[in-house]
T-cell receptor, first 114, second 116 residues
Framework: AQSVAQPEDQVNVAEGNPLTVKCTYSVSGNPYLFWYVQYPNRGLQFLLKYITGDNLVKGSYGFEAEFNKSQTSFHLKKPSALVSDSALYFCAVSQDSGYSTLTFGKGTMLLVSP | EAGVAQSPRYKIIEKRQSVAFWCNPISGHATLYWYQQILGQGPKLLIQFQNNGVVDDSQLPKDRFSAERLKGVDSTLKIQPAKLEDSAVYLC??????????????FGPGTRLTVL
């Protein structure tokens, strides 16, 4: 079985400050890790993914994520937050076993204050 | 490139009624997914199609939910009869590859269902 934990229901950060949204995972094989963002009344938008290679993955809108195998983590980061980054962020995991389904965390609400 | 289209965007029904949702994936995408997202939770996969065949429907409540993907393009998800606990957002997604773990899934805007 595979699972994702997002330990924070909400993260608050001031505009211009760095942000981190935490994610840890559990899989039996090699993990494939994803971050999605959801704005109100919208579907999920893909931000970035880790498949293999460099542990630091760069994605859309200035976001990046660091894969840490020893800590089974894949935290989402951005050097300087914008008010427009305020949204619901989901971490998801699949694995290298044929038709592997995507399992999502419960989501973390990011609020960036002006 | 047009994204994943879904309709309707909102639906309100009484319990025990039936409802259907429609999804049109990104052109050329072979794999189509239906997810249920209950308020405060992450999306949960209901069913996955590879072209017009079912790959995974292990979490689909088959006594009341059904889905089809005729001709390997559009898909319809039906609930009959609906229960109060079916109130959720139903998301459709598609991916271009063979539905493997590395695929990036692209999501539609979702259908918000309220069962009264």
């Amino acid at each position: 079985a595979q699972s994702v934990a997002q330990p924070e229901d909400q993260v608050n950060v001031a505009e211009g400050n760095p942000l981190t949204v935490k994610c840890t995972y559990s899989v039996s094989g090699n993990p494939y890790l994803f971050w999605y963002v959801q704005y109100p009344n919208r579907g999920l938008q893909f931000l970035l993914k880790y498949i293999t290679g460099d542990n630091l993955v760069k994605g859309s809108y200035g976001f990046e994520a660091e894969f840490n195998k020893s800590q089974t983590s894949f935290h989402l980061k951005k050097p300087s937050a914008l008010v427009s980054d305020s949204a619901l962020y989901f971490c998801a995991v699949s694995q290298d076993s044929g038709y592997s389904t995507l399992t999502f965390g419960k989501g973390t609400m990011l609020l960036v204050s002006p | 490139e047009a994204g994943v289209a879904q309709s309707p965007r909102y639906k309100i029904i009484e319990k025990r009624q039936s409802v259907a949702f429609w999804c049109n994936p990104i052109s050329g995408h072979a794999t189509l997914y239906w997810y249920q997202q209950i308020l405060g939770q992450g999306p949960k996969l209901l069913i996955q199609f590879q072209n017009n065949g079912v790959v995974d429907d292990s979490q689909l409540p088959k006594d009341r939910f059904s889905a089809e993907r005729l001709k390997g393009v559009d898909s319809t998800l039906k609930i009959q009869p609906a229960k109060l606990e079916d109130s959720a957002v139903y998301l459709c997604a598609s991916s271009s590859l063979a539905g493997e773990g590395t695929d990036t899934q692209y999501f539609g805007p979702g259908t918000r269902l309220t069962v009264l």
